[in-house]
T-cell receptor, first 115, second 112 residues
Framework: GAGVSQTPSNKVTEKGKYVELRCDPI?????LYWYRQSLGQGPEFLIY????????DSGLPNDRFFAVRPEGSVSTLKIQRTERGDSAVYLC?????????????FGEGSRLTVL | GENVEQHPSTLSVQEGDSAVIKCTYS??????FPWYKQELGKRPQLIID?????GEKKDQRIAVTLNKTAKHFSLHITETQPEDSAVYFC???????????FGGGTRVLVKP
């Protein structure tokens, strides 16, 4: 498709379970970002990839969160031992990348609910 | 790291009136300031951005102003219409960092 695609759109899981969220960026975009958005708040930065490497993972809240982008395209955000506080919308975005920041194209998000 | 504060958190205006949203940032090295609009249940979308080498930028009914000395920037929407109702987010970034820091958002309601 033409836009950023995220799956699943909704995920309900139980506390302690493992979750994977997938992001398929716009073709040709080398930069990929994960943000987390809680209700009524702005997107909170988690991690940024330039190509296959995580250029900045300073926003990951703890070691239960991990993200990969093995071939420089699709990315997976992995959350281990989920907690109720992890409930949020996880937004993925992509951009052309490079030295100058440009427009971020967001996906529709994956809404995670931890019971 | 960068910290972006946004005010007000909610804004109600009559159709046809103007709306102004203000943001401050903390990192004087930031030089890219975009604004995103997020309709209910939808993805954030860029509506306008400004870089630190200009003080003002306009695009039809929306404009953004930047004061680097005071480290604040504002979004102005004129002749508001019901379809302007949404949550607006400001953000700031350093060109080489590529990590946008967002404000907390302003929920704008345009009353017909």
């Amino acid at each position: 498709g033409a836009g950023v695609s995220q799956t699943p759109s909704n995920k309900v899981t139980e506390k302690g379970k493992y979750v994977e969220l997938r992001c398929d960026p716009i073709s040709g975009h080398t930069a990929l970002y994960w943000y987390r958005q809680s209700l009524g708040q702005g997107p909170e930065f988690l991690i940024y990839f330039q190509g296959t490497g995580a250029a900045d993972d300073s926003g990951l809240p703890n070691d239960r969160f991990f993200a990969v982008r093995p071939e420089g395209s699709v990315s997976t955000l992995k959350i281990q031992r989920t907690e109720r506080g992890d409930s949020a919308v996880y937004l993925c975005a992509s951009s052309l990348g490079g030295q100058n920041t440009g427009e971020l194209f967001f996906g529709e998000g994956s809404r995670l609910t931890v019971l | 790291g960068e910290n972006v504060e946004q005010h007000p958190s909610t804004l109600s205006v009559q159709e046809g009136d103007s709306a102004v949203i203000k943001c401050t940032y903390s990192d004087s090295a930031s030089n890219y300031f975009p604004w995103y609009k997020q309709e209910l249940g939808k993805r954030p979308q860029l509506i306008i951005d400004i870089r630190s080498n200009v003080g003002e930028k306009k695009d039809q009914r929306i404009a953004v102003t930047l004061n680097k000395t005071a480290k604040h920037f504002s979004l102005h929407i004129t002749e508001t219409q019901p379809e302007d109702s949404a949550v607006y987010f400001c953000a700031a970034n350093k060109a080489a960092g590529n990590k946008l820091t967002f404000g907390g958002g302003t929920r704008v309601l345009v009353k017909p």
